[in-house]
């Protein structure tokens, strides 16, 4: 398989939206040198171990494990709830967002091809009781997804969903429903599932959750909603070849996070807007703005030093968001650079007819194809945020299917990473969430954090009072 997205990034430079506002050639030949050091380096601790995020699309035989895991069990259960938060659900969700229907969970079983799909992330009591009220427990597949079994969120909607699971069908018979996705050797939840017997799948060790998607905790969900995991794999492995030259100019992956850099830094558009013409790609969006965000916004450089840097990511969706964003983006403060999403060729095809003779001003749409008019509507905001100055580029997909979801996972992976080294920070890790993780176990009275507690509960210094609250 060969790589197919197409990028055109004009729109993105000085000579289309004027030199305050567009990156430069003379710009990206200042950071060509940077970009090769920091290929070379990725190499060098590539072949010494590192970076194994890059060897997740060489993984086929554990895709073939999952599939046919989830052959032998997707006719066995009518619902499967993922449980996980951030990476260890957007992946997924995005996945089946892109290559399954729209409704998918309103489909017959014969049509769905495999159980309805839930996801329990937020610890949102309303939604976590809902579910369990929607769901069939007795056929109900639950797999949780937590390297290391810590995080606060996916453990408790995990107990819960344990909890309803033995009451409907039995301690017995809930251990041979929960399937979990963990760590291979350590944690809270490889020692649960040990001790339960649940049935496992590895959490790749020395890969950040947020570089996960192409693992057993993207692909086993994935798996059992009838998505072709081989051809993401082969995607991926596509765009990773495509990825291989140095050259900023060559490389996609590197052009992309040269673009996002220097237009941050040397422009000041600090807000990163992902617009795809696609509800089916709305999720990628989704899952690269934790991508960005998590892995770019660092209060420290790799040096120590206090940068505070990252560029704040959007997402947006087109043509929806013609309606409610673009007039800020065109007309507001210029501070974004936009990446629109555009879709050669649809996987339905919708003819408007029936305009009425009378009102001749709708006559321009008496046999428009729907997909015609949403790729125009694509090509027009690109004109528009161009006539406007506004920084934009354009990737093209010929068509949506396993192997695009693939490209777009390890193009943005790799992006990710080469921007946190022409930031000067590590896109590994998250220092700033643990600072609130540590915060919610103490709040909640975990054995350890009683000094915290009790930092976090004290009354203000000067006994003042600053909530408002009903008479």
Not at 6 to 28: C, H, I, W
Not at 156 to 179: P, S
Not at 410 to 432: E, I, R, S
Request: negative net charge; contains cysteine.
């Amino acid at each position: 398989m060969q790589s197919r997205l197409t990028f055109d990034y004009r729109n993105a430079t000085a000579q289309a939206v004027g030199p305050e506002n567009g990156v430069s050639k003379t710009m990206l030949d200042g950071v060509a040198g940077k970009v090769r050091a920091e290929h070379a380096r990725l190499q060098r601790e590539h072949a010494a171990g590192a970076q194994r995020w890059m060897d997740l699309p060489d993984n086929t035989a554990l895709a073939g494990e999952i599939n046919d895991f989830a052959n032998a069990n997707r006719g066995s259960y009518s619902d499967y709830i993922l449980i996980g938060i951030g990476g260890s659900s957007l992946g997924a969700i995005a996945t089946v967002m892109a290559l399954g229907h729209p409704y998918r969970n309103l489909l017959s079983a014969e049509k769905r091809g495999g159980p309805r799909l839930f996801v329990l992330d937020n610890p949102d009591p309303e939604k976590v009781k809902a579910t369990l009220d929607v769901v069939d427990l007795k056929n109900t597949l639950v797999n949780v997804v937590t390297k290391s079994g810590q995080t606060a969120e996916t453990m408790a909607n995990f107990l819960v969903a344990r909890n309803a699971l033995e009451a409907a069908v039995g301690e017995k018979q809930a251990a041979k429903q929960i399937v979990a996705t963990t760590d291979p050797k350590e944690g809270l939840l490889r020692q649960m599932a040990d001790a339960e017997g649940y049935r496992t799948f590895p959490v790749p060790p020395g890969v950040d959750g947020r570089q996960t998607v192409l693992s057993a905790v993207g692909l086993l969900p994935a798996a059992f909603c009838g998505v072709d995991i081989d051809g993401m794999l082969a995607g991926a492995a596509a765009m990773r070849a495509r990825c291989t030259s140095d050259d900023v100019f060559e490389n996609p992956a590197y052009l992309l996070a040269a673009l996002a850099v220097l237009a941050d830094q040397k422009l000041g558009k600090k807000m990163l807007v992902t617009m795809p013409y696609s509800d089916a790609l709305y999720g990628i969006a989704d899952w690269f703005r934790q991508l960005w965000a998590e892995s770019l916004g660092k209060r420290l450089s790799i040096d120590g030093e206090e940068v505070f840097a990252g560029q704040t990511p959007i997402k947006a969706l087109g043509a929806i968001d013609q309606h409610s964003q673009i007039q800020l983006y065109t007309e507001g403060p210029n501070d974004k650079l936009l990446s629109l999403i555009e879709v050669d060729r649809y996987r339905a095809e919708v003819e408007v007819t029936g305009v009425p003779a009378n009102i001749p001003d709708l006559a321009y749409l008496e046999g428009a194809e729907m997909g015609q008019l949403i790729d125009r509507e694509c090509s027009a905001t690109a004109w528009a945020l161009t006539q406007a100055k506004r920084p934009n580029f354009t990737i093209t997909v010929p068509e949506i299917d396993a192997g695009i979801v693939g490209e777009f996972f390890y193009l943005h992976q790799l992006q990710t990473v080469m921007a946190g080294a022409l930031y000067g920070v590590n896109p590994f890790g998250q220092p700033g969430v643990e600072a609130g993780k540590n915060a919610t176990y103490a709040l909640m009275g975990r054995e350890g954090y009683e000094g915290l507690r009790k930092e976090l509960t004290a009354k203000p210094a000067d006994g003042g009072e600053y909530t408002l609250a009903p008479n």
